[in-house]
């Protein structure tokens, strides 16, 4: 018997001028935004943020961690 799965749910994580990139933490992609905005992914597209500030956040986050291991 298969266990059963649990189904997760795709998210937006940035956005550019054009695609947002969406994961479901087994699976990550571009989706353009007119797609983005159709399936609406959640959060809303406008709220996501830019690519940049994403990557910034993230680089900030990795650094605290991984200074706590020092």
């Known amino acids: 018997?298969?266990?059963?799965?649990?189904?997760?749910?795709?998210r937006g994580l940035y956005r550019t001028s054009?695609?947002?990139y969406v994961t479901n933490e087994i699976m990550s992609f571009h989706v353009p935004e007119a797609e983005y905005r159709?399936?609406?992914y959640e959060?809303?597209?406008?709220?996501?943020p830019w690519q940049e500030s994403y990557i910034a956040a993230k680089q900030r986050d990795d650094s605290a961690l991984f200074s706590t291991y020092l």
């Open 1 to 10: 018997m298969m266990a059963a799965m649990e189904a997760r749910l795709f």
């Open 18 to 20: 054009a695609w947002a």
């Open 43 to 48: 959060p809303d597209y406008d709220s996501l």
């Open 38 to 40: 159709v399936f609406g």
